[in-house]
């Protein structure tokens, strides 16, 4: 089950609970937000993660990066066993096999675009000249080649995301988590954003995981898993 052929993660029986205080009582809670979920996701796939609001969407996307440690259960991916890794392996991992793109772009408003998309490749000490040939490739790409002198409150929201996908995809990672990537875009933008986001998934056979609320967007992944009471309700291929 865990180790079918073509799984890029598999994720098996996860539970995820937070403890938090209870403002009345003042004593700690423990609140299950996700409950024995398990789901593979194929390498190369899209696939849409929906559900309401608090049904703990983020939550599973920060546990498949890397970013949370699971309750219980186990996150595979290629077969190992996040939980096995070392620090630092943990930390290569969030930094070259993934790639994240947040609703909010999370760029850094002190840094021009261009700086902003080179910086994952400097962390990694690659090659300067090389680096900047890669931002310019990305950048043409995305359609933002003319915008990589600015910085992020010069552009408009759509640019913005196509910055954060760009500086995403600069250490061409496996793995792209969008979390409501079109969240605070207009229908427009939104569907831009996906179509390369998605062009860009096929095209350098990424796998990608992204959650949205909207049913229009979920159309371009191949597939799309419902998550209700911390379970998966609906699974299904386009
Ligand atoms: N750090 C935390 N400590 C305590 N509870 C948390 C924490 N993070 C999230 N939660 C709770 O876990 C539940 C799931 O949160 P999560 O952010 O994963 O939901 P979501 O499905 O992404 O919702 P939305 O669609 O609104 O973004 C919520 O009830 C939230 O209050
Ligand atoms: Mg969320």
Redesign the pocket.
């Known amino acids: 089950m865990n180790d079918e052929r073509g799984n890029l993660l598999s994720i098996h029986r996860l539970k995820k609970s937070?403890?938090?205080e209870n403002s009345r009582t003042m004593k700690q809670e423990r609140?299950e937000?996700i409950r024995k979920l398990s789901l593979d996701v194929r390498e190369k796939e899209a696939v849409c993660i929906m559900?309401?609001?608090?049904?703990?969407?983020?939550?599973?996307?920060?546990i498949l990066g890397g970013l949370l440690a699971p309750t219980e259960g186990v996150i595979y991916y290629r077969k190992e066993a996040l939980s096995g890794y070392t620090g630092k392996r943990m930390e290569a991992y969030r930094r070259r096999q993934v790639g994240f793109v947040f609703q909010d772009y999370k760029l850094l408003d002190h840094m021009s675009v261009r700086d902003n998309m080179i910086l994952p490749l400097l962390l990694e000490h690659r090659n300067v000249e090389e680096a900047l040939r890669r931002v310019e490739e990305m950048a043409a790409r995305l359609q933002i080649g003319n915008r990589l002198e600015y910085y992020p409150n010069e552009l408009s929201g759509g640019e913005k995301q196509r910055a954060a996908i760009g500086r995403a995809l600069m250490n061409d990672p496996e793995l792209i988590l969008a979390?409501?990537p079109t969240g605070n875009l207009d229908e427009a933008s939104g569907r831009m954003v996906m179509e390369l986001l998605t062009g860009l998934q096929k095209e350098l056979h990424k796998t990608l995981v992204l959650?949205t609320?909207d049913k229009e967007i979920a159309g371009y992944c191949d597939r799309t898993v419902v998550?209700r009471d911390g379970r998966i309700e609906k699974d299904r291929l386009h």
């Open positions: 937070y403890l938090i609140v937000v559900g309401r609001s608090g049904c703990g969407k983020t939550t599973l996307l920060k979390d409501e959650v609320h998550i």
